[in-house]
């Protein structure tokens, strides 16, 4: 088959069979089709779009793409993905959780994704931990402490690896396509029986109406429990950055924080819900889940496991008791309210650009990123604020981007003259 003609059959708006997805995406996967051609068919697909057929087959394709693990025997296999969004740590603690609680979590995760944040950056905040393991490591790794988290690679869906760096690149992330495939090609072949996923919805995330976020997750939802799997989806708010941290190093300062009992209410909170999907998932009544997550966060049990998974991937597991050890950018600046109110919104698109024009995220694929940059709230939605009081501090390396961040921050910064209402953290589930 001819890839242009695979190109122009997408651009104008045909339907691909399975055969065809597999001669492109495998074809990319091998290095036959170079960036070029799937950079403009992934535009193709963003703007036309796929049948559900073609997404399950794309889904499909991409798990098969490498090798696909086999978790058979060990006990109560979970996997959880959120769809992406700012500040957006919930993997960093919830996994050592579930890990706490007797679950078995074996899981592939992403790097940065356009505004949003990635799991495998922000661990990389800590010096020597890899997201290289070899199978057999992953394995054993997940028998012994009860979490493995291992980034893309070329033995697991390898053709999302690729697509994933090349959408972050090309402005063809928020497609749901591509977005249902992606996590679900991930979470197919790392194996797990039962997958938690959290479908961010708002200004912050790549569905932006609750419509969009439901059907995303049903999405997600039909494909896994065709393949056989346990999958539970929840859509949450992320109109407003999670907790109050965004940026790698920072993040990780935040989830440290949670995994010792003195996290933010809605970070903490949604690690909860999530830890208790998983277990439900298993037959727990809810109600004993809840008590038994919330314990993980007060009596260090999620911590150790957080230590003990940071060690086995050879992070250098001290930064883990002593958080000042962190390279936090040195340079510093706030950004005020300009008026006495209530804030109304701190858009979470912005947080995450501003992020990105400090230097967190890439705008080349494989580019390197400062982890010590980000974004502090100091203030969140409906809290009460005098004129010039900060309600946001960024951390960056001598000036880089701070003008442009500075800029997004304050137009992303809204101050109501009452208390807005605030959006609830769970707005919806999908199973
Ligand atoms: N997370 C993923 O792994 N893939 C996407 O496309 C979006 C979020």
């Known amino acids: 088959i001819h890839i242009p003609d695979l190109i122009q059959k997408k651009r104008d708006g045909g339907t691909h069979t399975r055969q065809?997805?597999?001669?492109?995406?495998?074809?990319?996967?091998?290095?036959?089709?170079?960036?070029?051609?799937?950079?403009?068919?992934?535009?193709?697909?963003?703007?036309?779009?796929?049948?559900?057929?073609?997404?399950?087959?794309?889904?499909?394709?991409?798990?098969?793409?490498?090798?696909?693990?086999?978790?058979?025997?060990?006990?109560?296999?979970?996997?959880?993905?959120?769809?992406?969004?700012?500040?957006?740590?919930?993997?960093?603690?919830?996994?050592?959780?579930?890990?706490?609680?007797?679950?078995?979590?074996?899981?592939?995760?992403?790097r940065g994704l356009a505004h949003t944040g990635g799991t495998i950056d922000k661990l990389e905040s800590i010096p020597n931990w890899t997201p290289e393991l070899?199978?057999?490591?992953?394995?054993?790794?997940?028998?012994?402490?009860?979490?493995?988290?291992?980034?893309?690679?070329?033995?697991?869906?390898?053709?999302?690896?690729?697509?994933?760096?090349?959408?972050?690149?090309?402005?063809?992330?928020?497609?749901?396509?591509?977005?249902?495939?992606?996590?679900?090609?991930?979470?197919?072949?790392?194996?797990?029986?039962?997958?938690?996923?959290?479908?961010?919805?708002?200004?912050?995330?790549?569905?932006?109406?609750?419509?969009?976020?439901?059907?995303?997750?049903?999405?997600?939802?039909?494909i896994g429990t065709h393949a056989g799997r346990q999958v539970r989806a929840v859509l949450t708010d992320m109109d407003t950055p999670l907790g109050h941290m965004a940026g790698n190093s920072l993040e990780v300062l935040e989830a440290l924080d949670t995994l010792r009992g003195h996290g933010p209410h809605d970070l903490t909170e949604l690690c909860v819900a999530l830890a208790v999907e998983a277990l439900a998932a298993y037959g727990e009544d809810p109600q004993q889940a809840e008590a038994r997550a919330r314990a993980t966060l007060q009596d260090g049990s999620a911590l150790a496991k957080f230590r003990a998974f940071v060690a086995a991937q050879g992070g250098d597991a001290s930064y883990v008791d002593d958080p000042n050890k962190f390279d936090i950018a040195a340079g510093r600046a706030e950004v005020t309210a300009p008026t006495d109110g209530f804030i109304g919104g701190i858009d979470a698109l912005s947080v995450g650009r501003a992020v990105l024009a400090l230097g967190g995220g890439r705008e080349r694929k494989g580019e390197a990123i400062d982890h010590g940059v980000g974004v502090e709230l100091l203030k969140k939605p409906s809290e009460a604020v005098k004129a010039g009081e900060a309600v946001m501090r960024l951390y960056h390396r001598d000036g880089r981007g701070l003008e442009a961040a500075l800029k997004l921050l304050q137009d992303g910064l809204s101050i109501s003259p009452s208390a807005p209402q605030v959006h609830p953290l769970i707005l919806d589930r999908v199973n």
């Open 134 to 222: 070899s199978e057999e490591r992953f394995i054993e790794q997940a028998r012994e402490i009860g979490l493995s988290l291992v980034g893309q690679s070329k033995a697991l869906a390898p053709a999302d690896g690729k697509l994933y760096a090349l959408r972050d690149v090309t402005a063809t992330v928020a497609c749901l396509p591509l977005i249902a495939s992606s996590i679900m090609s991930k979470k197919l072949a790392s194996g797990a029986h039962t997958i938690v996923l959290d479908v961010k919805v708002g200004a912050g995330a790549f569905m932006t109406t609750l419509d969009a976020g439901r059907e995303l997750a049903r999405a997600m939802v039909d």
């Open 20 to 110: 065809e997805l597999e001669t492109l995406i495998l074809g990319f996967t091998r290095g036959e089709v170079p960036d070029y051609q799937v950079s403009a068919w992934l535009m193709a697909v963003f703007l036309k779009g796929m049948t559900a057929q073609e997404t399950a087959d794309m889904t499909l394709v991409m798990a098969e793409s490498g090798d696909q693990m086999n978790l058979g025997d060990l006990p109560k296999t979970v996997d959880k993905h959120s769809t992406g969004g700012v500040g957006d740590k919930t993997s960093l603690i919830l996994t050592p959780m579930l890990a706490a609680l007797g679950l078995t979590v074996a899981k592939m995760s992403g």
